[in-house]
């Protein structure tokens, strides 16, 4: 087993996977977000919201710093969602997407990346497609136990606190050695 500084032991494996990750995709609900939707406004101006982690952006910023690329490929398209994507500078951010797999490829194609090269973090039964298709794949603790059992990697911390920045800072440190 290799440890990447004071982050959780990993397997040789999984440690050459993350070596090779030049793209970080992110469900927002359940992942970026806490997964709770909470009601903004009056009476007739009912709005849906969003809770971000100030953690996870750093994360994002540092990764995005380091020379990889990330994006969002979100089925949800909650107004919140689209203001942190910009908040960020994430270039490639899908929102209202009934093909994450269809988004994804396109996306491999104008970044001219392999499918290896790719990280996904999800956590729905639908985000199993394309998690089956990615180098490194990720999900949160509270994920749907087919997800948790699919994945190469369950993160320690919660989405929308934390679980972002958790594997931002895995693919910095293991893919910077």
């Known amino acids: 087993m290799l440890t990447c500084d004071d982050e959780p032991v990993l397997s040789p494996q999984l440690v050459a996977r993350l070596r090779r990750i030049r793209l970080l995709c992110l469900d927002v609900d359940g992942v970026l977000s806490d997964g709770h939707l909470y009601f903004a406004g009056g009476e007739g101006d009912a709005r849906f919201c969003q809770r971000f982690s100030v953690r996870d952006g750093v994360g994002v910023k540092l990764l995005q710093q380091s020379g990889r690329q990330v994006a969002i490929l979100s089925e949800g398209s909650i107004l919140s969602g689209r203001v942190r994507a910009e908040s960020l500078g994430i270039r490639h951010a899908y929102f209202g997407l009934r093909d994450k797999v269809a988004r994804f490829g396109e996306l ?24 089956a298709r990615v180098g490194f794949a990720a999900t949160v603790p509270d994920a749907v136990p087919a997800v948790r059992r699919a994945v190469h990697y369950v993160t320690v911390r919660p989405g929308g606190s934390g679980a972002v920045r958790e594997v931002c800072d895995l693919i910095r440190r293991c893919g910077d050695t």
């Open 108 to 131: 491999l194609a104008e970044l001219q990346l392999a499918p290896e090269q790719a990280a996904f973090i999800g956590d729905e039964l639908s985000d199993l497609p394309l998690l």
